[in-house]
């Protein structure tokens, strides 16, 4: 539950809206059906910054891309395609456009989770 406070603290400070938390939920219940243990530090963090992302963006801020050769790494692994099917049924949560820069946030915090939850990635 320590999301949905920390969610409700932003909607307060309005660095997010109820659109953006009720999307993060959503999409914690997506990790949830991918086999994802959605009670460790590691998954609250993942959509702590996923929200927090979402209302830069709404806002028309937008963080720069991940450095180039961290990404890299992430192309070439074996579970970039799962990761990146994962990645766009995320996307396909999001009414608004998300900047490719930004996307490149999102697909190393699954590459990560990948690593830490196999289990994520399985059919």
């Keep these: 539950m320590a999301i949905i406070r920390r969610l409700h603290d932003q909607i307060i400070r309005q660095n997010i809206d109820v659109e953006i938390a ?3 939920l ?4 997506d ?5 994802v243990n959605t009670q460790t530090p590691q998954v609250e963090i993942l959509l702590f ?3 927090m992302a979402l209302g830069r963006i709404k806002r028309g801020g937008c963080a720069q891309a991940l450095h180039r050769n961290f990404y890299a790494e992430i192309e070439t692994s074996a579970q970039y395609s799962k990761i990146l099917q994962r990645h766009r049924a ?3 949560r999001i ?3 998300v900047p490719e820069s930004e996307q490149t946030h999102f697909i190393a915090n699954l590459y990560s989770l990948s690593l830490a939850q196999p289990a994520f990635l399985m059919e």
């Design 22 to 24: 009720q999307i993060t």
């Design 26 to 29: 959503t999409v914690r219940a």
């Design 31 to 35: 990790l949830q059906a991918w086999q």
């Design 49 to 51: 910054h996923f929200a």
């Design 90 to 92: 995320i996307l396909a």
């Design 95 to 97: 009414p608004f456009f």
